[in-house]
T-cell receptor, first 109, second 115 residues
Framework: RKEVEQDPGPFNVPEGATVAFNCTYSNSASQSFFWYRQDCRKEPKLLMSVYSSGNEDGRFTAQLNRASQYISLLIRDSKLSDSATYLCVVNQAGTALIFGKGTTLSVSS | EPEVTQTPSHQVTQMGQEVILRCVPISNHLYFYWYRQILGQKVEFLVSFYNNEISEKSEIFDDQFSVERPDGSNFTLKIRSTKLEDSAMYFC?????????????FGEGSRLTVL
């Protein structure tokens, strides 16, 4: 079983659309959760951490459901510049980050 | 803004050759990592390094691989006797605190092509 699984994508949406990505993780001992963004042939960059109570950063909202071992990312009012691959990332205390394969988003005008 | 720098950006080598990938982490960071990403695949953890020793390594990081921090600034990944399947983008990353509380800062990567 894969440690971190994500929607396969790609998601092709028009500007202004709302899009949601899902992620599940297999290790119930996982403690920290993140969404990273990776542009084509570039390095991953932290988009936002995911907190148990859910958190929002501008147009981006992240949710965590520990019981279901499920993480989500909602992007509202999509921009062309949001086109990228979104990586779901988890880790246990004191261990390295484990990355999902990512979901590709393409926003068109 | 401080950044992680990696050299070379691209290296082509023959199967069986040794390769050294170099990284300069952000100067006040304490934890260092190597990850790799085979084209079209996920980012995979190789090794983490703290206080001049390996703190964690994955199954991928076998005897073919080694890491070193030869001085106060460089952090290197050595791949002995490269194989075709070692072709990938290798990312170095650093953080000032352990990853479960901090952000990983990645370099732009070193693309390794093994022929």
């Amino acid at each position: 079983r894969k440690e971190v699984e994500q929607d396969p994508g790609p998601f092709n949406v028009p500007e202004g659309a709302t899009v949601a990505f899902n992620c599940t993780y297999s290790n119930s001992a996982s403690q920290s959760f993140f969404w990273y963004r990776q542009d084509c042939r570039k390095e991953p960059k932290l988009l936002m951490s995911v907190y148990s109570s859910g958190n929002e950063d501008g147009r981006f909202t992240a949710q965590l459901n520990r019981a279901s071992q499920y993480i989500s990312l909602l992007i509202r009012d999509s921009k062309l510049s949001d086109s990228a691959t979104y990586l779901c990332v988890v880790n246990q205390a004191g261990t390295a980050l484990i990355f999902g394969k990512g979901t590709t988003l393409s926003v068109s005008s | 803004e401080p950044e992680v720098t990696q050299t070379p950006s691209h290296q082509v080598t023959q199967m069986g050759q040794e390769v050294i990938l170099r990284c300069v982490p952000i100067s006040n960071h304490l934890y260092f990592y190597w990850y790799r990403q085979i084209l079209g695949q996920k980012v995979e953890f190789l090794v983490s390094f703290y206080n001049n020793e390996i703190s964690e390594k994955s199954e991928i990081f076998d005897d073919q691989f080694s890491v070193e921090r030869p001085d106060g600034s460089n952090f290197t990944l050595k791949i002995r006797s490269t194989k075709l399947e070692d072709s990938a983008m290798y990312f170095c990353a650093s953080t000032g605190q352990h990853t479960n509380t901090g952000e990983l800062f990645f370099g732009e990567g070193s693309r390794l092509t093994v022929l």
